[in-house]
């Protein structure tokens, strides 16, 4: 697959939960379904947002499969095979490869501290674990490892890596990171809140949580920076902005799946310990969700 189709608005997908806390089928395909009918980019699979570390190998696998299948090569499918040990990163690469993913991704492995060569190692064995692109993922908040724009500009002459998820609000640093890996290399924009900066200084898209339940806002705002209209760009990104603000009064991953629910695709709740929101917080966020029509919450 040619790297440009590697661009635009890529939801970082939730993973959809039946009553009994299985991943459910129908949920997942009716939430691609949406997503592809507000013209998004691509998918981003198996990240934070979607729960990634409270699956099983296996789910993770499962779910794969479902997305790729549904999506049917209308638009990219990025497998996120991040884990705390090389070997299952290394497991679900070769799987999403055999399963047709389009490109796989990975945070840095996390929670022991690691040291710049033995990530470098775990990337690069990821890297040749299959043919496919490997985006590899900034997100220092969560995983504690820092590493350098040195560090990405040194793997970005590495085949198969391709690219960058970066999930930071420092500008100058992904600017920084930018121009040091060059035209060819992807770099994606991570916080929401920072889509129109991130596109300002270079991005080529950004991969994203709140894109589950504002795809047509985030579309929008991206066809309108890349058609110049750089004041509606704004206005569209302080509207989403608003929303976020509101999000972060709560864990995002209720947050969103009480969002979706309102808007007809019950994802069911987050596993825990992720927050359980009670009801007076679910009418809390309907009151929040009917103020903003864009969300098209159902009476």
């Known amino acids: 697959m040619a790297l440009e189709r590697f661009q635009g608005i890529i939801p970082a997908i939730l993973t959809p939960y039946d009553e009994s806390g299985n991943i459910s089928e129908r949920a997942t395909r009716k939430l691609v379904r949406h997503l592809l009918g507000n013209r998004v980019d691509g998918f981003y699979v198996g990240g934070s947002t979607g729960e990634g570390f409270l699956l099983s190998a296996g789910e993770r696998e499962l779910l794969l499969e479902m997305i790729i299948d549904e999506v049917r090569g209308t638009v990219p499918v990025i497998a996120h095979v991040g884990a705390m040990d090389t070997a299952t990163s290394v497991k679900l690469a070769q799987h999403a490869a055999r399963a047709g993913a389009d ?76 121009e040091a890996c060059g035209p060819d290399f992807r770099v994606f924009n991570g916080p929401d809140e920072c889509l129109l900066a991130g596109l300002a200084v270079g991005c080529c898209g ?12 985030f579309t929008q705002l991206y066809s309108k920076f890349k058609a110049g209209d750089m004041a509606e760009a704004l206005r569209l990104q302080a509207k989403a902005n608003r929303v976020i603000a509101e999000l972060l009064k709560y864990d995002f991953i209720a947050f969103e799946r009480e969002i979706l629910r309102l808007q007809g695709i019950d994802t069911g709740r987050p596993r825990k310990p992720i927050q359980q929101l009670t009801e007076e917080e679910r009418q809390q966020i309907r009151l929040f969700a009917q103020q903003f029509d864009f969300l098209g919450v159902k009476d």
């Open 206 to 217: 950004a991969i994203g949580s709140t894109y589950n339940i504002m795809p047509r806002l």
């Open 103 to 178: 490109a796989v991704s990975s945070v840095a492995p996390f929670y022991y501290k690691h040291g710049a060569e033995q990530v470098r190692g775990h990337y690069l064995d990821i890297a040749q674990a299959s043919d496919l692109p490997l985006i590899l993922y900034h997100f220092p908040a969560m995983t504690g490892v820092q590493s350098t724009v040195r560090f990405y500009e040194e793997l970005s002459q590495v085949d198969p890596i391709a690219g960058v998820k970066f999930t930071s609000k420092d500008t100058f640093e992904l600017q920084q990171l930018i």
